[in-house]
């Protein structure tokens, strides 16, 4: 528990929708973490903008005042989703790798498990996905070559974000029944950046201020490529997976196929000093402003919020309304094959709490 | 037709089986070629070393004679697969990747198709992957940093190799019944990288030399994690789709999970001047020496490499009998749930050629 939760009179709590369905959902979330009452300290939310639209209108993405908000007023937030101009727009930069930086957010959690019991393959996983470095540093630039343009963009990996990252995975494996961690890399290609990824990460657990305690965590290694066939073929074989920022953001959409929707699975995106839940889903234009986006990973993500903030009984009551509905099958958004709306599913997860 | 057939007496074919089960493999693809007799020109064998063991004897992975004899002596060639080490070794790197560049074997094709006509979802789809560039061009530095050791690696995309591996890409989809292209990156990061990427891709059609050609062909787009998503949720969506080298190899990977088993993709490596069968799956350490690795994707990939130089009657003949060793499901291999060896199988192709 990364924050004492003893002196807080209320909790607040950053809202930014940002684009698309993003201002659906995480309405739909607020709704559902006012309802747990007494669960938590009161919810004081904090209305903030960031995204594309948002800088259409001022022309800038991720507004100064937001990232102020967040860090001076702000014990945690709730980030919808962005969209992205379809061509190369100049001055336009995703808010989420923003703020994921700027808010020092390392490390992305992302839990994906089979929506029924019976389910088969039976998947139970956590992708550990850093977050702010690799290709996501975004030092990028263009020439004139000999043959045409030439463009260059920069890899980072340092041991230090590898080592937080690989200490947060192993303290989520350590915690659960498997005790089971594997390493993502290239590092048949990627000898140096992956190759210091691996070994920091592989460290871990010798480090001395861990004193020993991973030393229940089984490690394995796996190469990117293989990792998603070895997914699809046999999920089952996998616990908790570490993975550079790209691989990460690739594996979770491609476990997040094995389970059905996109659209069930949260994220945190967490630091030392401040969390921030985000559904995984994008902004979904196709479906934007009808009213059916699925609200269910919004919901799971402030519930992943709250339980990292300490609120352990607020988020399993959100977990298990959200496990009730799924498992009924009868009020789901078309994403799942059902007919309802996302205010409808709200009000099925709020009658489940 | 990239190379001009009608003055070959023999063709001449390099084998460089390199590691594990790439020893097994590549000699039941020579077997298989053998076997055609005169719908090809007498095939002579050049047997080339490569590999982790080569280097581990020599000190060399990708020795110059290699090269030269490919270069100078050989029509095409048949690659194995290569094993990694299982840490950084200084002065290893692997010689597949040096080989793509040394003979600039640019594209590297990847169908994949449902293994019987019957299967659900029906997959139908090749993956052109970008073979020279991007985070392979392995520029990549380590130096100590404030907070311990950073490691860089160079990711570049031009637009001489964006443009040409588009109209690889375009040609193969115009010659396809549904004409259809998916252009895969992740411009909304890297907009400046996989922005030149996208752009030139999308611009092949509109140049001068492609005179209209490729106006049947509908483009699409798809980031690179929402790309695999789709790929497992609805893969018949897909009919081309053109990658960057790194997205490339984990797409094909995604793709082979779908239709059963690594043991069956084959791929070529395909320049202007060259070409070189490989198949997707890798040295496969645990089975290696058994006798039980899969031989079809080494024979699909000499068909490939036959189809690319011309010989299309030798190359159907090899498809067709794959083909039909695969729907009998007699005669398989343990990926594929079958208890054949290597051999046993390698019999029942030569039996239906
Ligand atoms: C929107 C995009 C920048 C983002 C990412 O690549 O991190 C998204 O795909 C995600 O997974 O959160
Ligand atoms: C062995 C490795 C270097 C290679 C690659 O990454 O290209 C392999 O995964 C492939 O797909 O051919």
Redesign the interface.
Known sequence: RPFSTASRQSLRIGLIPADGIGREVIPAAKEAIIALGSDIPKPEFVDLIAGWECFTRTGVALPEETVDALKNDCDCALFGSVS?PSR?VVG???PI?ALRKEMDLYANIRPVMSVYPSQKPSIDLIVVRENTEC??V?Q???QQ?E??????????????AS?RIGQMAFELAHARPRKHLTIIH????????D??FR?TVRGVPLLPEVNGKYNDVEIAEQ????A??????EPEVFDVMVAPN?YG??L???A???VGS?GLIPSVNAGDNFVMGEPVH?SAPDIAGKGIANPLASIRSAALMLRRLGYIKGADRLDLAVDQVIREGEILTPDLHGKSTTQEVLAAVLKNL
Do not use: C, M, P, W
């Open positions: 992205s190369r336009y930069s995703s790798v290709l996501y975004k990028e630039t263009q070559g043959h045409g343009r030439e463009a260059r963009a920069t890899r980072l990996i340092t041991e230090r080592r290239k590092s048949n290609v990627l000898s140096v950046t190759g210091l070994e190469l990117v490529d293989s998603v066939y070895r997914l699809f073929r790209l953001d690739i979770s959409d491609a997040a196929a094995l996109l994008g």
